[in-house]
């Protein structure tokens, strides 16, 4: 039987596992799965509940006619001290609960591969799961260690993931550098200022190497949320009034609308109250079409679906000046033509917090330009064009570099093997 340990980053929107063999000092795998679950609406409690992960929880979620629980970013709820658990069918599920699921089917079929029941993991988390909270940030680091130890893990240690993405880095370069390095993912971005050498590739402690980490709660689900308030909402009945007594008319609650910009509370949008008051919103508009919109929205669980279109207009902006958000469901019918100015203008509030932030990470420590050897950038967001512009305009006179924006960070989690000394 050889050595093993696993690098784990459980992200947003996808988790990876990347196998490194100790006795060969080499990685052997890597896999990736979406951090989904789905819960199929079919039930038979004299059955184990059903749920399946990653792509077969979207194919079957399709199949199924995107009935049942659905659930993405769930990641973004593990520094919700609010969020207690969630019933489906029979069974309550807490945080730790529904991350299980995700970190189990990774590491079975990592054990199928190594032959062996591997306990020992080094798993990556945010420099901060919460801005400023260090309670929330505190609990959110004891609920994923409990996922993990839930999933057959129990020899375990966290590492910083920009970290990771550092040592993933260092393996291809040639000479010295201080590498400032932004991790841009889903939920989050960090920074980490390093001293990487790939002379040191195999020593034990890199401790001394680590200059500064930082980080912010803001990712490419903000960009999404953002986007969806600006473009999507207006379809599902923002700015329509009701009439609250004879004679007047109000604005519908905008707390509806806020709620379907945010993946983390579109999941547990389905509830028999919520239901009843859209329905009377509904009736008091005078059955407007667009409230008609946003209860076949979230009647028929279609937050996955009209994410998906936000996420490929994303996609598109990233790679070419003007695109479209279209989206055809159930008899909701969007088709708004977007260009790269008018994306960048819904994402500027969030893309200047993230300006904001780097600038007091690099007063704070003290950091200037000139001693930043190399830049490098990692993570799905990192290639929205605004973020690349950012750092263009701040660095002009480094170049960047990204290795494999969604697996780099396991990689280097799996380097970090220095932790368990």
């Not at 040191?200 to 990712?219: E, L």
Request: proline share 4%; with cysteine; net charge negative.
């Amino acid at each position: 039987m050889g050595n093993f340990l696993y690098g784990i980053d459980f992200g947003t929107s996808n988790s990876v596992l990347s196998i490194f063999d100790e006795d060969k000092n080499e990685i052997i795998e890597t896999l990736s799965v979406p951090s989904i679950l789905y819960f199929p609406d079919a039930y038979d409690p004299a059955l184990p509940l059903q749920y399946y992960v990653g792509e077969d929880a979207i194919r079957y979620y399709i199949s199924d006619g995107m009935k049942g629980r659905f659930m993405k970013s769930i990641k973004r709820v593990l520094p919700r001290t609010n969020f207690v658990e969630t019933r489906i069918h029979t069974k309550s599920f807490n945080a730790a609960g529904l991350i299980t699921l995700i970190l189990k089917e990774l590491k079975t079929k990592a054990d199928a591969i190594i032959g062996m029941d591997c306990k020992k993991a080094i798993i990556g988390r945010p420099v901060y799961f919460d801005d400023d909270n260090t309670v929330n940030d505190a609990v959110a680091q004891k609920r994923l260690l409990q996922a993990a130890q839930q999933a057959g893990l129990s020899d375990i240690r966290f590492q910083y993931e920009p970290i990771g993405a550092a040592f993933a880095y260092e393996r291809t370069i040639s000479k010295k550098e201080h590498v400032l390095v932004a991790d841009l993912g889903g939920g989050t971005t960090d920074f980490t200022f390093i001293e990487l050498d790939p002379h040191k590739n195999n020593r034990k402690d890199r401790r001394s190497d680590i200059i500064a980490t930082g980080g912010i709660y803001i990712g490419g689900d903000s960009f999404d949320s953002a986007f969806m308030w600006d473009k999507g909402t207006p379809y599902f009945g923002r700015g329509v009034t009701y009439e609250s007594m004879p004679g007047k008319m109000v604005d519908v609650p905008p707390s509806f609308f806020s709620n379907i910009c945010s993946w983390e509370k579109m999941n547990f949008f389905n509830g028999v109250k919520v239901q009843n008051d859209l329905r009377q919103y509904y009736n008091y508009s005078k059955q407007n079409d667009k409230l008609k919109n946003l209860i076949t929205l979230t009647e028929n669980n279609l937050g996955y679906s009209i994410f998906q279109s936000i996420e490929k207009t994303k996609v598109d902006l990233s790679i070419q000046s003007s695109s479209s958000f279209s989206y055809h469901k159930a008899d909701i019918h969007i088709d708004e033509p977007i260009d790269l100015t008018a994306y960048n203008r819904i994402i500027q509030r969030d893309v200047t917090k993230i300006n904001n932030y780097l600038e007091s990470f690099l007063s704070k420590h003290a950091i200037v330009p000139e001693s930043i050897d190399s830049l490098f950038l990692t993570g799905g967001t990192s290639m929205v064009q605004a973020i690349q512009a950012l750092f263009k305009e701040k660095f002009p006179h480094i170049a960047i570099t990204s290795g494999d924006n969604f697996i780099s960070v396991s990689k280097g989690l799996a380097y970090s093997g220095y932790l368990f000394d």
